[in-house]
């Protein structure tokens, strides 16, 4: 799998326990595992100047909607990276840019 390819998540386990849609970002391969950046379209009190945003918390690297393969604003959340097993990949909706 490519860096830069985004996986769509149709079942992500959020922090409080629930379920719902989430795009990821893979950023490099890990042995067979990969590791990945979680995205976000809620700004709350996110910054929507386009690029990195070092001093939001947490950091963020801003892509305003429609200007890449995002329809909506999106905010790519820098503070945690998420490792995925090779044996979930493949359960992912996947896109290469």
């Known amino acids: 799998m490519n860096c830069g390819t985004i996986l769509h998540d149709k079942h992500y386990q959020f922090t409080n326990g629930e ?6 970002i893979i950023i490099c391969e ?8 979680i995205t976000t379209s ?3 009190s996110k910054n929507n100047k386009a690029g990195c945003q070092i001093a939001d918390r947490p ?8 200007t890449y393969w995002f329809d909506l ?3 790519v959340e820098l503070q945690e990276v998420h490792e995925l097993p090779f044996y979930i990949l493949g ?3 996947r896109r290469s840019y």
Do not use: S
């Not at 379920?19 to 990821?24: A, C, E, Q």
């Not at 950091?59 to 429609?66: A, S, V, Y």
């Open 19 to 24: 379920f719902g849609d989430k795009l990821v």
């Open 30 to 37: 890990c042995g067979t595992d990969h590791l990945a950046l």
């Open 42 to 44: 809620h700004a709350h």
């Open 59 to 66: 950091p963020n690297f801003f892509l305003r909607g429609k």
């Open 73 to 75: 604003d999106t905010w």
């Open 91 to 93: 359960t992912k909706e």
